[in-house]
Every structure is written in C-alpha cells, then in structure tokens.
C-alpha cells in the first residue's frame, strides 16, 4: 500500500506547476466543504486571536488560510523533483549570508523558524548562501520523528532535499555539542511556535491575545554554545512564491538577558501573523494546555520582568 502511495507521490510531484494547483484545489474544495477538516479550531483560533475583527472578516481570513494550507501540502510533495533553479526562484531569501558569516567568526547560528508560508521550503536557504565554503559545517533543522516509519522516512528524505541533514529533538543539545567539540560549526533550524513538552515550563508571553509558553531550548542551547540567532521571517507573494528575511536576533545568545531572544522572536511572529493572518498554521492547537502569566508580568515590560525574575535569588524554608 504505501510502495502504491509513494508512486503516486512522486507521479504527482513531477507535474507541472498548473497540474499541482490543480490538485491543490481540489483538495481544498474536499478539506473545506466537504469534510471540514478542522473547522472547529481554525475559528476558534481567529475568533480568540482576532477579537476586534468581525466575523465576516474572519471568514476571509478562514477560506484564505485553508486555500494557503492546501497549497502549502502540494507545494511540499512538489520538493520530490523540484530543480535547485526552480527552488531558487520561488523561494528568495534575503541577508542568508548571515549564516556564512557566523560560520566565519567560528559560531554556530540558531535559527527561529515558525509554521507560516512555506515552513518545508526554508531548508532551501543552503542555495542562498557558499554552504561549499563550509563543508564541514552541519547545515539542518530539529525534528520530530513521526510514528508512522514509512512517513518518517518520506519527509526526512523532503527535509533533506537541500544538502541539509534532521536531528531528532531527543538528542540536538547532546549531538550539537559533539559537533563543536569538532569544531564543525552548526546552522540549526528550529520550529519554535509549537507549545513546550511537558517537561519545559516553557517563556509565558501575552501572544495573540493569549498566555503563551514559548519553547526554551533554542535559547538554551545557543546560550551554552554561544551561538548567533536569526529569525527567518517568511512573506507570502502569490502562489507558489515567497519571500524569506533572516532577521537578526543576536550576535552571542550568552550575552544576553535570559528570555530576551525568545521574546523577540515572538514579537517578530506576532507581527508577522497580525499583518498577514492567512499563512499561519491556524489548524494547530496552539493553546491546547493553557497556561497563567506570572504574577507581575504585562506586556509593556516583559523584558525587564524576566530579567529581574532571573536574577532574583530563590528563597527555601529552613
């Protein structure tokens, strides 16, 4: 059954783009109106998100994203047998020598990622940049590895179309201090928008109208490794083409107050999500396990609040 799938895969990944779009369509028609898939969640999200919209606003928002969201699985099966050359024009990045740059000064880089656009597509940043010049260097992103070992395989082999390479979430810190201790620097990608396992308090911030646990672990392993960070701030154009700016986020995460590069990736996503709502991966239960602010914290002095909440020395019973 799955040999059956995989033809099919990779029969509709060789045709061309008006094919693809074709079938895109098709599945949104089918996702949309006729099972639904998660209706339910995707106004929800909105409803809470976007409190001072109207609902007819909001439904423009809701048939925009699901258009996007079909088009995002097409475009991804598309990576099968997509050119380099066709890659490159489809999706352009901007400032990706800043990845180059980290690997010269002898840093690794990480890099904030979210679920908007084309997340599959910004593992295609390693044309951007002379990856040639830095062969030594490991070139990837974070997963994590699917229960279904047949689809596991699939998207790994999708995931490292580009010359990149996928470390499972279980063992990145361990397996990126084995790299330094090469002294083979890293560009590590994370997903960041996804709510903390359970084991991880996680950076609570007022996100979308909504209390929000961050993930902590790529600020805490680029603060063990002195790491750069960058933010891969994803614009949509038109079908099929995006735009990717890596964004700044700091020079040596280890210099800096603990929360604070969290805290700006946020607020870039945030912004990026409130100008153009439609490309978020609005499907995701993002708020699934609430979460509380803490007692102190608003908005306006976030950064300062964890910084002193930080250095706050803890206090225990005798």
């Given at each position: ?9 990779h029969l509709l990944a060789i045709m061309p783009w008006w094919v693809i779009y074709l079938h895109a369509d ?221 964004v700044p986020l700091s020079d040596d995460i280890a210099a800096e107050p603990h929360g604070s590069v969290t ?56």
């Amino acid at each position: 059954m799955y040999s059956l799938l995989g033809w099919a895969l990779h029969l509709l990944a060789i045709m061309p783009w008006w094919v693809i779009y074709l079938h895109a369509d098709l599945l949104y028609f089918v996702a949309y109106y006729v099972i639904g898939y998660r209706k339910k969640v995707v106004r929800q999200n909105l409803a809470e998100c976007f409190p001072d919209k109207s609902a007819k606003e909001r439904k423009v928002i809701e048939k925009e994203f699901y258009h996007h969201f079909t088009d995002y699985v097409a475009e991804t099966l598309k990576l099968l047998h997509i050119s380099d050359d066709d890659m490159r024009r489809r999706m352009v990045f901007h400032n990706a020598g800043i990845i180059e740059d980290a690997f010269n000064n002898g840093q690794s880089i990480v890099l904030y990622a979210a679920h908007y656009g084309n997340w599959e597509w910004v593992t295609s940043v390693t044309l951007w940049f002379n990856s040639a010049a830095h062969r030594d260097a490991v070139q990837g992103q974070v997963y994590q590895p699917l229960e279904n070992e047949w689809f596991d395989r699939f998207f790994l082999r999708l995931r490292q179309r580009f010359n990149t390479v996928c470390i499972s979430q279980r063992v990145i810190l361990r397996e990126m201090i084995s790299r330094e201790r090469e002294e083979r620097h890293l560009g590590i990608g994370f997903i960041a928008d996804q709510h903390p396992l359970s084991n991880d308090e996680g950076h609570v911030l007022d996100f979308l109208h909504h209390p929000t646990a961050f993930i902590t672990g790529p600020e805490a392993i680029g603060r063990k490794l002195h790491c750069r960070a960058a933010f891969f701030d994803v614009r949509k154009l038109s079908r099929g083409h995006y735009e990717c700016t890596l964004v700044p986020l700091s020079d040596d995460i280890a210099a800096e107050p603990h929360g604070s590069v969290t805290t700006r990736y946020a607020r870039l996503l945030e912004r990026r999500i409130e100008a153009e709502p439609a490309y978020w991966l609005w499907t995701h239960k993002r708020w699934k396990r609430p979460v509380t602010f803490p007692d102190g914290y608003n908005k306006e002095n976030e950064l300062e609040f964890y910084t002193r909440k930080k250095n706050t020395p803890s206090t225990s019973n005798n």
